[in-house]
């Protein structure tokens, strides 16, 4: 009873907030996004909001349907393996704890759902279904959209939905990504906001957890299914050449690296000092490397200058792409540590500083406590950045509270 009458107070507030937020045309303006924490608005939310009136009506009944040729797609999705071997577990939540299960692709569409009977009609009356479009532009502030939004887990509760007809609800939800860092859609839990339970995002997070394990061996189970060149070198090291492991000694990951970093190239002379610095090497070697380069990539180094003659798919050239665009989500998902950790080559240790403090620059300027926490897991002693997360998060959000014991466990070392 104690529970209830707390949830039923929490969502009171919120109701009045969202009238002063969300208000009808001829009502005056709501508050600006940067008194959201004084008004007991979750910032993110509040940002969601503003966002989402300029495309969704806070009235509509229900989200807008795409569910032509759904049964293929969802038969399509790499999610589909995974999810369906869940199948009995998703069940039993979805009948012990009155819930509603949902998965979407990377658009926000969902593409399956179970629940009880009762919670599926329910679910039916908002389109909470195969179909229904749950993206922030289509069916404004939801866990799904904000889950898709800023990579990040996320819970809406009551009110801090922006349609009206969603009151009603509580949703978890969390992003599932695929081996390669792609973010291939949301899982999410939905019940009425009654059951509005913390340990719900602790079995989403689980359940993601598993789907991502068993994508990482659907992918190891199939290398025919990528293609081309591919070179991961942030936190860990490793090259595949059409899904199959490339075996290259350490010194040619290195030389890999600074061509997939530059394609503008270098000149031999350039390069050797790259790799080597002012220690004494023959230029032999380094012709020996790059010719084995050349042969485990299918002979895409030029000769003259020595760049890559066809692009390949390298997650650090992909890291400052999305810097240079003040892309901050696609920035921290992909800085997984530092460039090749182990490797003290000039060139590699100058990229290295170059990126982290890129990357540490862009979360210390952003706004969404979400990249900070993200960003703050690969980075244990930065007291800067846990410091910059709470002072992002609000004084009741349940996320302060691993912020506050990784600056603890900072301050302390």
């Given at each position: 009873m104690t529970q209830r009458s707390s949830l039923s107070r929490r969502r009171a507030a919120l109701e009045r907030e969202w009238t002063r937020w969300v208000p009808a045309s001829a009502a005056?303006?709501?508050?600006?996004?940067?008194?959201?924490?004084?008004?007991?608005?979750r910032r993110e939310v509040a940002q969601s909001w503003l966002r989402s009136m300029r495309t969704v009506d806070p009235e509509t009944t229900c989200a807008p349907d795409d569910s032509a040729d759904i049964g293929s797609r969802?038969?399509?999705?790499?999610?589909?393996?995974?999810?369906?071997a869940l199948t009995g577990q998703l069940h039993s939540i979805a009948h012990d704890a009155g819930y509603i299960a949902a998965v979407t692709d990377a658009d926000g569409t969902i593409l399956w759902s179970y629940g009880g009977t009762a919670m599926r009609r329910r679910a039916e009356q908002v389109n909470f279904a195969p179909g229904g479009r749950w993206d922030e532009a289509h069916m404004?502030?939801?866990?799904?959209?904000?889950?898709l939004r800023t990579g990040a887990p996320s819970t809406v509760f009551s009110a801090e939905h922006l349609v009206a007809a969603l009151h009603g609800w509580v949703c978890y939800c969390a992003p599932i990504h695929a081996a390669d860092g792609r973010r291939l859609g949301v899982?999410?839990?939905?019940?009425?906001?009654?059951?509005?339970?913390?340990?719900a995002m602790s079995t989403v997070r689980t359940l993601v957890s598993a789907i991502e394990t068993q994508l990482?061996?659907?992918?190891?189970?199939?290398?025919?299914?990528?293609?081309?060149?591919?070179?991961?070198?942030?936190?860990?090291a490793g090259l595949t050449r059409d899904g199959r492991p490339v075996r290259v000694r350490p010194r040619q990951l290195e030389i890999l690296a600074l061509l997939a970093l530059e394609p503008g190239g270098f000149t031999r002379e350039r390069l050797h000092?790259?790799?080597?610095?002012?220690?004494?090497?023959?230029?032999?070697t380094l012709k020996a490397d790059v010719s084995h380069l050349r042969r485990a990539t299918g002979g895409e180094i030029a000769t003259r200058v020595y760049q890559l003659t066809t692009p390949l798919s390298c997650d650090a050239a992909d890291l400052v792409g999305a810097l240079s665009a003040g892309d901050t989500d696609t920035a921290v998902r992909?800085?997984?540590?530092?460039?090749?950790?182990?490797?003290?080559?000039?060139?590699?240790?100058?990229?290295?500083?170059?990126?982290?403090?890129?990357?540490r620059a862009a979360v210390l300027a952003d706004p969404d406590p979400a990249h900070a926490l993200h960003y703050g897991d690969r980075v244990p002693d930065d007291i800067a950045v846990h410091e910059h997360a709470l002072r992002l998060l609000p004084?009741?959000?349940?996320r302060r509270a691993v912020a506050v014991a990784r600056l603890h466990t900072a301050l302390r070392r």
């Open positions: 005056p303006a709501p508050p600006a996004p940067d008194r959201a924490a004084e008004s007991g608005v969802w038969a399509a999705s790499p999610l589909r393996g995974p999810v369906t404004g502030t939801n866990a799904l959209s904000l889950a899982l999410d839990l939905s019940a009425s906001w009654d059951r509005s339970n913390p340990l990482r061996a659907d992918t190891a189970a199939a290398p025919g299914t990528d293609t081309g060149i591919r070179l991961s070198c942030l936190g860990a000092h790259a790799i080597y610095g002012d220690r004494p090497a023959g230029s032999s992909l800085y997984r540590g530092p460039l090749l950790p182990g490797s003290d080559t000039p060139g590699i240790v100058e990229w290295r500083d170059h990126l982290a403090v890129g990357v004084a009741d959000d349940a």
